[in-house]
């Protein structure tokens, strides 16, 4: 079946620091890939998606490029804020299951020291 | 923008007891809403899959005799957690998807469910 691996399970930085949190996949097909932030308290909020080969999302500063070719979603950002602090999920949704059904990566834990 | 409600934010059941929890979709209609847990170690468990015009698909370790859901119109869907035990406790997320051809779910709060 479909899968979603985040290599970091935790991630911690000071404030202006680069950010890259690895986002590996393996499905059937060729999946939409999302990026995910939830805060503490609250229900996970899209970031941005990609689906197409080289196709770049982007939002709030955070980007990650589709690679089919090394199947990786990889979320980075240039200066990272306090506010950033969160959890991020990468996840994949198989359109040609079209089930509407999204299978997530188990999250990396952001903290953003000041 | 897409909004999603859901209705309590938090409860407390007592064991073997049944508790009810609702979504809602504000601003867009639901053409499929996904019944998530999220266990305290953060991972998500879909639960079942409501797609408008067809039956409602559980996973494999959920079934409808356990958390049976209602998914009345395009906008508002429920389900309840019956017999609750301390397993059965974490988040629940409902996430609504916008139409057929879009892949994106949007996410509710979620109810927190604790099990005494």
């Known amino acids: 079946g479909d899968s979603v691996t985040q290599t970091e399970g935790q991630v911690a930085l000071s404030e202006e620091d680069f950010l890259t949190i690895h986002c590996n996949y393996s499905a059937s097909g060729y999946p939409t890939l999302f990026w995910y932030v939830q805060y503490p308290g609250e229900g996970p909020q899209l970031l941005f998606r990609?689906?197409?080969?080289?196709e770049k999302g982007s939002s709030r500063g955070f980007e990650a490029t589709y690679d089919k070719g090394t199947t990786s979603f990889h979320l980075r950002k240039a200066s990272v804020q306090e506010s950033d602090s969160a959890v991020y999920y990468c996840?994949?949704?198989?359109?040609?299951?079209?089930?509407?059904?999204?299978?997530f990566g188990h999250g990396t834990i952001l903290r953003v020291h000041p | 923008g897409a909004l999603v409600y859901q209705y309590p934010r938090r409860t407390i059941c007592k064991s073997g007891t049944s508790m009810r929890m609702e979504c809602q979709a504000v601003?867009?209609?639901?053409?499929?809403v996904a019944w998530y847990r999220q266990s305290p170690q953060k991972t998500f468990e879909l639960i079942a899959l409501?797609?408008?015009?067809?039956?409602?698909?559980?996973e494999q370790n959920f079934t409808q005799e356990k958390f049976p859901i209602s998914h009345p119109n395009l906008s508002f869907s429920s389900m309840t957690v019956l017999n609750a035990y301390l397993e059965d406790r974490g988040l629940y997320l409902c996430?609504?998807?916008?139409?057929?051809?879009?892949?994106?779910?949007?996410f509710g709060p979620g109810t927190r469910l604790t099990v005494l």
């Open positions: 409501s797609t408008v015009n067809s039956a409602i698909k559980y």
């Open positions: 996840a994949l949704s198989d359109p040609g299951a079209n089930t509407g059904k999204l299978t």
């Open positions: 990609a689906s197409r080969d080289k």
């Open positions: 601003g867009f209609q639901a053409t499929s």
């Open positions: 996430g609504a998807r916008l139409g057929l051809g879009t892949y994106e779910q949007y």
